[in-house]
């Protein structure tokens, strides 16, 4: 296997943002977390958990794409909450397509995995890292590019 080092701060939705993650959707996500990362040689760091998305901290080696990786979690979780469900009358549990994805330095690994243990504060006191929210697709400039 070769030598790799990728940290990659992912985060997604609950379809239509619904409020829908409790203790119990925390369960389940954890465990296909947990089993996505073992299956591929994924190293976990972190996790965090809103009421309608989370955030995830962990390496991904290079064979798998983050994309794959992202679906398998999504699918596992997903699986396994609608089939122990108990009430028919709740709507299906699901995720949004969309995701967000960023990389970050070995550097800066104990600073996000802090970010993410302390979802639930950064959201209630708003001291977001606007980046790290994102979920859609529209590229965002961070700097003026030169004059050509």
């Not at 369960?27 to 989370?54: N, P, S, W, Y």
């Amino acid at each position: 296997m070769p030598y790799w080092q990728f940290y990659y701060h992912l985060i997604w939705g609950t379809k239509h943002r619904e409020a829908l993650i409790s203790d119990e959707v925390e369960k389940h996500v954890r465990r296909a977390l947990r089993t996505t990362c073992e299956q591929h040689g994924a190293i976990f760091h972190a996790i965090g958990f809103m009421l309608d998305h989370i955030h995830i901290a962990v390496s991904i080696p290079p064979k798998v794409a983050v994309s794959d990786f992202i679906g398998q979690v999504k699918g596992a979780s997903s699986f396994q909450i609608n089939k122990t469900q108990r009430d028919e009358n709740l709507a299906r549990f699901g995720w949004q397509t969309e995701f967000g994805a960023l990389t970050f330095g070995e550097r800066s690994l104990s600073s996000i995995v802090a970010y993410i243990n302390n979802q639930k504060d950064h959201h209630a006191t708003n001291t977001l890292w606007r980046a790290f929210e994102r979920l859609d697709s529209r590229p965002e400039r961070i700097s003026t590019p030169p004059a050509i």
